[in-house]
C-alpha cells in the first residue's frame, strides 16, 4: 500500500500529534523546536493543512486535556488512520535514508 | 509544549483588526471555522516576536501576511474547482442528453431533414399569421397612449347601426366636455388632397384639413416648430404643418419653416414639421395638414371624423353618460335635428373591428394546420421509435434506466421541435413578405407587420410544445412496451404488429380528419368569393378606366367648373379607342357616400310623415350612364337643357323612384333634396352600393347645374374598347391642352376601385386554399407511410394468398381497401368537426351554407381521391411481392 509522500506540513503536524492532542499554537511551537527552526507554520499554513487533514481523517478534533485548559481553544488528536500514514512516511523515508548512506551521501552512524 | 496567557485584550485589538482584513482573504466558510484561532495564533507569536525586538516584529508580520495571503489562495482555488465540479455533475447531465440526441438524429437524415422541413413549414406558417394577428390586433396603435383614444360618431335614432360622420354644432359642443382632454376634427368625408406645384412640376399629395387640437389628440407635437393655434381654424389660414416624409423627399430636407408652399395654387406657410412616420388613424399617410377646416353651425350637415383623448380616470362609460346629456342639449338647441345621436368607441376597435374576425379565423386555420403538422410528425416519430425498439429494450436490460431512455426521446423531440422552430422562423419571415405582397390593402395595419419580440417568443413556445407534443407518444408507448416480447423475436406476430399499426392509423386518421375540416373552410371561402363575383353589380366594369382631375378653386370658379367637366368629357370622347367618357362624384360599390334626405313634394306619398328617404347623391357629367352601362328606363338623360342655373333636374335610381314615388311613373314629380326642390326628370336602373350586391337609392345630379354651390371633385370614367392603361398617356395630353397645371390623378381600372371591396375577402380566401393544400399534402403523405409500413410489415401474408391464388386485383384491392377505410373515417369525424365549426365560418361567407352539401361532397370526394393517390404505390408494391422469396425469409 504505497502512498504518495506527504507534504510537509501535514507530515510535521501529524509527528507533533504522535504523543497526544495539541492545539495549534502547541504545534507550530513543537514543530519548530524539533526541526531547529528548519519548518515554520505560518497561520495560513497551519489551519488550511489542519483543516484538510481533518477532511481527509488523519486527525480529529479533541477535547483538551487538562479540565482548567483555556475553553477558546481547539485542540486536535491522530487518528489510527493518521498514525498509519505518518508511520509509513517514517518507513518510507528511513528506505531513503538507507539508500542515502549506501551512496555515502551522510555520515556513518558512530 | 507552552502554555501561555491569553493576549492582554486591549493592547491587540489594532493588530488583530488588521490581521481581520488579511484574512478576508480566505473564503467566508473558512473564515467563520478558523478565523479565531489563527488571529490567537497571530497575536501570541506577536508577543513573543515583540519581545525580541522590532525586526522580529516586523519579520513577523511580513511572514504571517504572505502565508495567509498564498494559502488563501490556495483555499479559494480548491474551493472553486469542488463547486464547479458539483455544479458540472448536473450540467453534465444535460448536455450529454442534447449532445446525444443531436447524434441519433444525425443518424436518420432523410427522417430528420422531413421533420424539421414539415415542422418549419407550420411553425413558420404559423408564426407569420402571427405576427400579422399581432399587429393588427394585439399591437396598440401608434399614439402615445393609445388608449385613451376614442372615436365619436353621430347616428340618426330611426337608423341606430348606421354611424356617420359628426356636425359641426356636435363637435363645438364636444369640446366643452369635462370627460376629454382634447378633441380635434379632421375632414376626411372625402379624399382629401392637394397639387403641389413646385419646379418640376405639379404632383398630387395627401393634404388634411384638421382642428388646432389635432397634434395635442395624438400626443404628435411638430418636432420643429409648431401644430395650429386655434384661431386658425378658419377658411382663409395658410398655414401647414408638412411631414416628415415629404420634407424629406420632396423639399429636399433643407430649412422649410418659415417658406412657402403653393399648394392647389394658393400660398401656404410651413409652420411645423410632424414627427416621422406620423400617420392619420382613418386616412393613414398624410403628406401635410392644414388648419383651414370648416366647422359650421349646420346641425344636419355631417362632415367631421372627430378623435378625443380620455381624460386620465374617465371610463368610456362615463364619457358615454356625458356625451348623452350634450346630445339631449343639443337636441334643445336645435330641434329639426333632435334626432341625430352621438356615440364612442375605442379607437383600436374602430381601425381593426372589421378584421377581427378575420384574423381570428384565420389564427384558428393555422392552429389547425400545426396541429397537423405535430400528428404527422408524431406519426413518423412513432415509426421511428418502433424500428429502434429492440435497442432501446436491450439498454433498458443493461441497466440503463427506462427513465434516462425516456428523457432522450423526450430530448430528441425537443431538439427537432427547437430545430424546425428555428428553420420555420426563416420560413416564416419569407411568408410573411409574400402575404404582405398578396394582401396589400386588405387589412388594416397588414404592412406593418414584422417578427417582434413576442412574435418570436410565440415561434419559441410553439417549437417546445410541438417537440413535446410528438415526442410523448413514442416515450409514452415505450415506457409500456413489453420487454420480453420484443427481444423474443415475437415482434413478428400479428397482435402486437396490429396494435402498433392501430396508433399509428389512428394518427393518420385525424391527420385526414383536420385536412378535410380545412378543405371544407377553404372551400366554403372560395364558394364565397365565387359568388360574389357572380353579384350583379348593376353597371360593366371591365375596359373602363377611371381617374381623377382636381380643379384648385383659386383658378376655377363655379362657371369654370361647370364648363370644364362638360369640355374635358366631350374632348376626351373623340380620342380613338375611347368609347364614351363622363364623370362622377363618387364611383358606385365604393359604399355610402353623400346621403341625404330625399322627400316627395307631389305624387302619392308628398307631405306624409316619414316619407323622407336617405338617398346617395350623385353628380354626374358627360356620359357617364354610357360608360357604367347604365340603362334608361323612363324619362331622359341629362342633355344641353341642363345648363347652369336653369331649374335644377335630377334622375332617380329605380329603388329610389319607387320608395318616394310607388306605383307611378317618377318622371314629372318633384323631390325635395335637403329642403331644395328639383324635378324628376329620367328613372335609370339600380347600382350596387357595396361590392356585396346592396342596393341603396341614388339621386343623380347634373354637374352642370350643381357646381353652382359646391366645389365637388368628380372621378373621369372613360370606357375603352381595349385595355384602359392604354389610354392614359393620350387622357394626360388632352388634360394638359386644357390646363397645363391639371394633374390626372390614380389612373386605375374600374375593375380594380371595384375589386378593392372584396380584397379582405380575397385575401383570406387565398390563405385558407393554401393551408388546405398543405394539410391535404401533410395527410396524403402520413397516408401513404403508414400504408407502405403496413404493406412491408404483412410481406408474408401477402406472399402467402399470393401463393394461394390471389389475383394481383384482389391484393391491391386489399391495400386500397386499407387506405379507404383510415381514410373514410377521418372523413366522417372531420365532417363532424366541419359541421360544428360551420357556424364560426358563417359571420364570413357569403350566400353559401356552412353545411353546404355540394361542398361537404365535394371536399370528401377529393380527400377519398388523394387517398387513393396516396395507396396506390403501396398498392403496386404489394402486387409484387414474390411468393418464393417471401416463404422462405
Not at chain 2, 397639387?195 to 387640437?213: H, Y
Amino acid at each position: 500500500m504505497t502512498t504518495e509522500p506527504l507534504k510537509v506540513p501535514v507530515l510535521h503536524i501529524l509527528l507533533a500529534l504522535a504523543e497526544g492532542e495539541m492545539h495549534g499554537l502547541g504545534m507550530a511551537d513543537w514543530v519548530e523546536q524539533a526541526t531547529d527552526g528548519a519548518v515554520e507554520l505560518g497561520p495560513g499554513t497551519l489551519y488550511r493543512s489542519l483543516k484538510e487533514m481533518a477532511e481527509e481523517g488523519l486527525i480529529r478534533e479533541a477535547p483538551p486535556p487538562e479540565p482548567d485548559a483555556d475553553p477558546r481553544r481547539r485542540y486536535y488528536a491522530i487518528t489510527a488512520r493518521g498514525r498509519r500514514q505518518v508511520s509509513a512516511e517514517a518507513a518510507r523515508l528511513e528506505r531513503l535514508v538507507e539508500v542515502a548512506r549506501a551512496r555515502h551521501l551522510l555520515p556513518e552512524r558512530a | 509544549m507552552t502554555r501561555s496567557s491569553p493576549p492582554g485584550r486591549r493592547e491587540h485589538i489594532a493588530e488583530a483588526r488588521i490581521f481581520g482584513w488579511l484574512l478576508l482573504a480566505f473564503p467566508a466558510p473558512f473564515r467563520a471555522a478558523y478565523g479565531e484561532e489563527m488571529t490567537a495564533f497571530f497575536l501570541e507569536r506577536l508577543d513573543r516576536a515583540r519581545q525580541r525586538g522590532r525586526l522580529a516584529t516586523a519579520r513577523h508580520w511580513v511572514r504571517s501576511a504572505a502565508d495567509v495571503v498564498s494559502t488563501a489562495a490556495d483555499e479559494r482555488r480548491i474551493t472553486r474547482r469542488h463547486s464547479r465540479a458539483r455544479q458540472e455533475g448536473a450540467m453534465m447531465g444535460i448536455m450529454t442528453d442534447v449532445r446525444s440526441a443531436s447524434r441519433s438524429l444525425q443518424r436518420t437524415p432523410a427522417f430528420t431533414a422531413v421533420a424539421v422541413l414539415i415542422l418549419a413549414l407550420g411553425i413558420g406558417g404559423s408564426t407569420a399569421v402571427f405576427s400579422i394577428v399581432n399587429q393588427v390586433l394585439l399591437r396598440p396603435l401608434p399614439y402615445a397612449e393609445s388608449g385613451q383614444l376614442v372615436r365619436l360618431y353621430q347616428y340618426r335614432a330611426e337608423a341606430p347601426e348606421e354611424d356617420t360622420y359628426v356636425t359641426g354644432p356636435a363637435f363645438t359642443a364636444y369640446r366643452t366636455m369635462q370627460s376629454f382632454d382634447d378633441v380635434a376634427a379632421s375632414y376626411t368625408y372625402r379624399e382629401t388632397g392637394a397639387d403641389l406645384t413646385q419646379d418640376i412640376g405639379a404632383t398630387r399629395i395627401r393634404q388634411l384639413q384638421v382642428s388646432s387640437s389635432y397634434f395635442d389628440v395624438l400626443r404628435a407635437a411638430p418636432v420643429r416648430g409648431r401644430g395650429f393655434m386655434p384661431d386658425e381654424e378658419r377658411p382663409d389660414s395658410r398655414t401647414a404643418v408638412v411631414s416628415q416624409e415629404l420634407w424629406q423627399s420632396r423639399l429636399g430636407g433643407a430649412e422649410v419653416l418659415g417658406t412657402t408652399l403653393t399648394l392647389n395654387g394658393e400660398s401656404y406657410e410651413v409652420v411645423g414639421i410632424a414627427p416621422a412616420r406620423l400617420q392619420d388613424p382613418v386616412v393613414g399617410a398624410v403628406d401635410v395638414w392644414v388648419p383651414h377646416i370648416s366647422i359650421d353651425d349646420e346641425p344636419q350637415n355631417h362632415a367631421l371624423t372627430v378623435l378625443a383623448r380620455l381624460r386620465p380616470g374617465v371610463t368610456m362609460e362615463a364619457a358615454a353618460a356625458e356625451l348623452e346629456l350634450v346630445h339631449a342639449a343639443l337636441g334643445e338647441q336645435f330641434p329639426q335635428a333632435a334626432d341625430r345621436l352621438g356615440r364612442m368607441y375605442s379607437l383600436h376597435e374602430d381601425t381593426v373591428g372589421g378584421a377581427s374576425r378575420t384574423l381570428l379565423v384565420l389564427l384558428g386555420a393555422v392552429g389547425l394546420v400545426l396541429l397537423l403538422v405535430c400528428v404527422n410528425i408524431a406519426n413518423l416519430m412513432l415509426a421511428r421509435a418502433m424500428s429502434r425498439e429492440r435497442e432501446f429494450v436491450m439498454r433498458a436490460a443493461l441497466g440503463s434506466g427506462s427513465g434516462r431512455i425516456v428523457r432522450q426521446l423526450l430530448m430528441e423531440s425537443l431538439v427537432l421541435g427547437l430545430a424546425g422552430g428555428g428553420a420555420g422562423v426563416l420560413l416564416g419571415m419569407l411568408m410573411l413578405d409574400a402575404i404582405k405582397l398578396l394582401g396589400a390593402g386588405s387589412v388594416p395595419r397588414l404592412a406593418d407587420s414584422a417578427f417582434d419580440v413576442r412574435v418570436l417568443s410565440f415561434a419559441l413556445v410553439a417549437s417546445i410544445s410541438s417537440g413535446l407534443l410528438f415526442g410523448l407518444l413514442p416515450a409514452l408507448r415505450f415506457s409500456r412496451v413489453n420487454a420480453a416480447a420484443v427481444l423474443r423475436e415475437e415482434s413478428r406476430s400479428a397482435t402486437s404488429g396490429r396494435s402498433r399499426n392501430r396508433a399509428r392509423s389512428i394518427l393518420v386518421g385525424a391527420q385526414i380528419a383536420l385536412a378535410f375540416m380545412l378543405l371544407v373552410g377553404a372551400g366554403i371561402v372560395t364558394l364565397s368569393l365565387h359568388r360574389l363575383g357572380d353579384v350583379d353589380l348593376g353597371i360593366t366594369e371591365d375596359r373602363v378606366l377611371t381617374f381623377e382631375v382636381h380643379l384648385p378653386a383659386v383658378r376655377y370658379d363655379s362657371l369654370r367648373r361647370a364648363s370644364f367637366h362638360e369640355e374635358f368629357a366631350g374632348r376626351a370622347s373623340t380620342l380613338p379607342g375611347v368609347d364614351a367618357a363622363g364623370a362622377v362624384s363618387r364611383l358606385p360599390v365604393t359604399g355610402s357616400y353623400h346621403a341625404w334626405g330625399s322627400q316627395p313634394a307631389t305624387g302619392p306619398l308628398a307631405g306624409t310623415q316619414g316619407s323622407s328617404i336617405g338617398a346617395e347623391q350623385r353628380v354626374i357629367a358627360g356620359d357617364y350612364l354610357e360608360v357604367m352601362g347604365i340603362p334608361l328606363l323612363s324619362g331622359r338623360v341629362f342633355d344641353a337643357r341642363e345648363a347652369a342655373g336653369t331649374q335644377r333636374r335630377v334622375l332617380l335610381s329605380q329603388s329610389a323612384a319607387e320608395s318616394t314615388f310607388p306605383g307611378v311613373d317618377a318622371v314629372g314629380h318633384t323631390l325635395l333634396v335637403l329642403g331644395q326642390p328639383v324635378e324628376v326628370i329620367g328613372v335609370v336602373a339600380d347600382v350596387a352600393l357595396t361590392a356585396e350586391g346592396d342596393v341603396a337609392p341614388v339621386v343623380y345630379h347634373a354637374h352642370s347645374q350643381f357646381a353652382g354651390n359646391r366645389n365637388w371633385p368628380l372621378v373621369q370614367v372613360v370606357r375603352t374598347g381595349g385595355d384602359p392603361l392604354a389610354l392614359i398617356g393620350a387622357l394626360r395630353a388632352e388634360l394638359a391642352s386644357l390646363d397645363t397645371d391639371l394633374v390626372l390623378h390614380r389612373p386605375e381600372p374600374l375593375a380594380d376601385v371595384v375589386g378593392r371591396g372584396i380584397a379582405q375577402r380575397r385575401f383570406m380566401t387565398w390563405l385558407m386554399a393554401g393551408f388546405a393544400a398543405l394539410a391535404m399534402l401533410l395527410a396524403v403523405l402520413g397516408l401513404f407511410g403508414v400504408i407502405t409500413y403496413v404493406v412491408r410489415q404483412r410481406r408474408r401474408e401477402i406472399g402467402i394468398r399470393a401463393a394461394l391464388g390471389a389475383r394481383p386485383a384482389e391484393i391491391r384491392g386489399m391495400v386500397l381497401g386499407q387506405g379507404l377505410r383510415i381514410a373514410v373515417v377521418g372523413i366522417v369525424i372531420g365532417g363532424a368537426g366541419a359541421l360544428a365549426l360551420g357556424r364560426v365560418l358563417s359571420a364570413l361567407v357569403f350566400e353559401v351554407s356552412p353545411a353546404d352539401p355540394w361542398i361537404l361532397a365535394g371536399a370528401a370526394l377529393t380527400m377519398g381521391l388523394a387517398a387513393t393517390a396516396a395507396a396506390w404505390l403501396p398498392a403496386r408494391e404489394a402486387t409484387a411481392v414474390e411468393p418464393g422469396t417471401v416463404l422462405h425469409e
